[in-house]
C-alpha cells in the first residue's frame, strides 16, 4: 500500500531532524554517532564540526576520549569512505559493507588485481595485521612478499577491502595527520565482525536516520547496487511514501513525517557530511542548480550552510598568524535576519574551532 505524496519541504524536514539538525540534541556522543550511522572521516575535523552543530557544549576531547576508549573507531565503510563509528556499529555492519568496499577495489584497481586471487591474498595478510598494529608503509614488505609484481597502492586496497581493518589513534584525532596504524577488529577490539551479510538491518539503519528514501537513495549512501532484492524482502515491514516527482520513498514505520513548514535554525554543515552525501536525489537539501558549488573535483565536498534548512552558500575557515576568519560565500540573497544568525552561529563555531587565535572575525562574501 502506497501512502500519501511527500512535498519537497516535508522531505527537508523530515531528514534534519532525523539528522538531529532542527534542535541540538541531548543525546551522548556515541548514541548521537549511531543514531547518523556514523560520520564521514576521510578528513579529521569534519566529524568533531558535525558534532559540534548537533549537540550542545560538544568538546572535542570527548570525541578523542571515545576513540582512545575504543569506543569509536575509524574505518572504511559506507562508500568505501573512511567514517568515525561506534565500535558496536562497525561490529555489526561490517559485513553487510563489505561488497561496498570490494566494489570500489575493483572500479580502483580492478587492471591492478586482474588475475590475482583477491580473497585469498587477503586472508594471507590477517595474520600480519591481527599481529601487531601497522601503517601500511610498514606493512609493504609483508604485502609485496605475498604478490611480488604487484602494485603496493593496489595490494593495501585488497587488504583495506577484505579485511576488518581500523585505524589506530591517533588516527581520528582532531587536526590528526600522518599515516596511523591499522589493526584488525580481533586484536583491537578484541571481537570478530559479526559474520550475517543480510543488509535487512543496514537499510532499517539508513532509513531511520535518513529517510522516507528510495532504494536509489540508499544505494548511493551505501556505495553498493545490490539492495533491490533486500528492499523487497523488507517491502510488508516498510510504510511506502511518493515524492512529488512519483519517486518510490520507503520508511520505518512509526516515524513522524514533519510538516514542511517547521522552523529549521541556521546551521553550519561541515565538509563530508553525510547529510548532503545521503541521497541519490539530493535536492532535500540542495537544489540542482548549486551542486558544482558543493561537490568539486576529485571527490572533495565543501561545507555549506543551511538558511530555511536548505544549502544557501558555503564557509570555510582562515587562518592568518593569530588571527581567524569563517568566511561565508551566499548562493543566494540573505535576509538581514539571516545574516544576523550566521554571523552569531558563526562565531561561535569560530571560536570553538580555533580557540588558541585571539582575533575572530565573521565575513560575507559577495553572493555568488
Not at 269 to 295: F, G, K, M, S
Request: charge should be neutral.
Amino acid at each position: 500500500m502506497t501512502h500519501r505524496t511527500l512535498t519537497l519541504r516535508e522531505l527537508n524536514r523530515t531528514t534534519l531532524a532525523r539528522q538531529l539538525l532542527l534542535e541540538r540534541s541531548t543525546l551522548s556522543v556515541p548514541a548521537a554517532i549511531e543514531t547518523l550511522v556514523g560520520l564521514q572521516a576521510q578528513v579529521p575535523n569534519p566529524p568533531y564540526i558535525g558534532l559540534w552543530t548537533r549537540l550542545p557544549a560538544f568538546q572535542r576531547g570527548t570525541l578523542m576520549g571515545l576513540i582512545e576508549s575504543k569506543q569509536v573507531v575509524r574505518a572504511a565503510m559506507m562508500r568505501s569512505t573512511l567514517h568515525l563509528l561506534t565500535a558496536e556499529d562497525f561490529l555489526r555492519l561490517r559485513a553487510p559493507l563489505t561488497p561496498a568496499l570490494l566494489k570500489a577495489m575493483k572500479a580502483f584497481f580492478g587492471k591492478r588485481i586482474q588475475g590475482l586471487d583477491t580473497e585469498q591474498f587477503a586472508e594471507s595478510m590477517r595474520a600480519v595485521f591481527d599481529e601487531t598494529p601497522l601503517a601500511f608503509s610498514e606493512a609493504r614488505a609483508a604485502l609485496t612478499e605475498r604478490a611480488p609484481d604487484r602494485d603496493f597502492n593496489a595490494l593495501a586496497y585488497v587488504a583495506r577491502a577484505y579485511l576488518p581493518l581500523m585505524q589506530l589513534p591517533p588516527g581520528g584525532y582532531w587536526s590528526s595527520g600522518g599515516s596511523p596504524a591499522y589493526a584488525t577488529a580481533d586484536h583491537w577490539l578484541g571481537r570478530s565482525i559479526q559474520p550475517s551479510s543480510d543488509p535487512a538491518e543496514l537499510i532499517r539503519r539508513y532509513l531511520a536516520a535518513f529517510g522516507p528514501a528510495s532504494l536509489k537513495d540508499a544505494q548511493a549512501w551505501a556505495g553498493m547496487t545490490t539492495l533491490k532484492e533486500a528492499f523487497q524482502r523488507l517491502t510488508d515491514e516498510l510504510i511506502v511514501y511518493r515524492s512529488e516527482d512519483g519517486e518510490t520513498l520507503y520508511d520505518l514505520p512509526g516515524l513522524p513525517i514533519l510538516d514542511g513548514e517547521t522552523p529549521a535554525p541556521v546551521r553550519f554543515i561541515p565538509e563530508y557530511d553525510n547529510l548532503v552525501l545521503a541521497h541519490a536525489d539530493r535536492r532535500r537539501v540542495i537544489a540542482d542548480a548549486y551542486r558544482p558549488l558543493v561537490y568539486l573535483s576529485a571527490g572533495r565536498v565543501r561545507s555549506t550552510i543551511l538558511v530555511d534548512g536548505f544549502m544557501a552558500g558555503t564557509w570555510k575557515i582562515e587562518k592568518v598568524r593569530k588571527a581567524a576568519a569563517l568566511v561565508i560565500e551566499p548562493c543566494l540573497t540573505l535576509s538581514a535576519a539571516d545574516q544576523a544568525a550566521l554571523a552569531e552561529e558563526g562565531e561561535r563555531l569560530l571560536r570553538w574551532a580555533e580557540d588558541r587565535a585571539e582575533q575572530y572575525t565573521v565575513r560575507f562574501e559577495p553572493t555568488a
